[in-house]
C-alpha cells in the first residue's frame, strides 16, 4: 500500500501538470502577451518533450529501475515549475514546460512498469487504470481549486507552491519506492536500439497505433487546452464557469477510468476500447453540432467525452499482452511515445488551426465546432483501423511472476 501510495502521489502531481493550462490561460496569456498559437505552443512543448523522453525513460526502466527513475524526473519537474513560475516570456515559459514534460516523462510509466512487473497481463490493466483513475484527482486540482489559487495569490506563485510540493513528493518517492527483482536471465536485451527494433517487430501493435495516437490526443487536447476558450468565447462562462466545466470533464475523466478498468476483465480490452472511443466519437460530433448559449449541454457532452474517451490504460493493457518481459519498460514507453507524441501534434496542429480560423474572421462557434468535429473523424478512422488488430498473441504470453 505505501508503495501504490507513493506512485498515486506523483501520478496526481503530473495529470496537474498536463492539464492546467486550460485554466489559467487567460492569466498566463496577458502576462507574457500570447496570443491562442502560442498558447497551444507551450501545451504542446509538454507534450513533446515528455514524448521524446519516452524513450529514455524505457531504457532507464529496464536498466536502472523505477525508483531512480521516478525520483529524477520528480526532481526536473520541481526545477520546470520554478521556471515557470518566474518566466518573463514565450521563450521562457516554452523551456519551462518542456523541463515539465521531461520530468513527468517517467511517472505513469515507473507504477505501469512495477504492475506489469508484479502483477500477471490480465490484472495489469486493472491496476493501471486504478492508479489512472485515483490520480485523475489532479484533473481536479487543475481546474477550480486552480481557479481560486490563481486569483487568491496570482498563477505565478501558485506554481512555485506546486513546485515545492512536487519536491517533497520527491523525497517520498525516494524513501518509499522499491525496484521490482530482475528479471530472469536471458530475457532482457540491454541495448536501447536492439530492444527497441524488437518491440517495433511485433506486428500486432500497429493495429494499435492508430488509435493509440488519437484517442488520448483529442481528449486530453480538449481538457488541457480548448475546454477554457471554448467555454469562455461559444458559451460566454466567466472563470468560475470555465472551472467548473473543467472539473466536470475531470471527474468523468477519473470515474470513467475507474469503471472501464473492472468492465475490461469482463469483456476484453477490444471491446472496451472501441465503445468508449466511439461514445467520445459520437461526444466530439455532438459538440461539433452545439450552438451558443447551451453551457450545460457543452459541459454534460465534455463529461461524456473524458469519462468514455480515458481508454489510455486499457490500451496499453491491450499492448502489454504482446511485449516480452524482459523488454517491458521500453515497450510501455515506445506506446507511450505514441499517445504522447500524438497529444503534442494535435495540439500544435490544433492551435494553429483555430488562430487561422479566427484571423479569417471564422466566428469563435464555427471554429471549435470544426475543431471539434475533426477531433471525431479522426477518433472514426482509428476505430477503423484498430477493429483488426488480435485480442492476444497468437502463442501465450511468457508468464510474469506474481499474482
Sequence with gaps: MPLFLALLLAYTLSQFYRSFLAVVAGDLGRDLSLGPAELGDLSAAWFVAFAAAQFAVGYGLDRYGPRISLTVGLAVTVAGAAALGVAQGYAGAIAAMALIGIGCSPIYMAGMYVFGRLYRPERFALASTVLLGLGSVGNLLGARPLVWAAATFGWRASFLAIAAVTGLVAVVVWAVVRDPPPVPAGTDDRSLLGGLKTIGSIRALWLLLPLTATSYAVVIATRALWIGPYMGSVQQLDANGIGDAALAMAVGM?????????????????????????????????L???????????????????????????????ARRFMPVGLLGRGITFMNFAFIGGAGLVQWVSGRFVKAELALGTSATAAYGQLFAAFGAVLAVSLLIYAFAPERPAEATRPVPGP
Excluded: D, K, N, Q
Excluded at 476484453?268 to 466530439?284: K, N, P
Excluded at 453551457?295 to 454534460?300: D, G
Design 288 to 318: 461539433a453540432l452545439l450552438g451558443p448559449g447551451h453551457a450545460l449541454a457543452a459541459t454534460a457532452l465534455l463529461a461524456i467525452v473524458g469519462g468514455f474517451g480515458t481508454t489510455y490504460a486499457i490500451l496499453m493493457g491491450h
Design 254 to 286: 477519473s470515474v470513467g477510468a475507474l469503471l472501464l478498468g473492472p468492465l475490461e476483465v469482463r469483456f476484453g480490452a477490444r471491446v472496451i476500447t472501441a465503445a468508449g472511443s466511439g461514445i467520445a466519437m459520437l461526444g466530439f460530433f455532438g
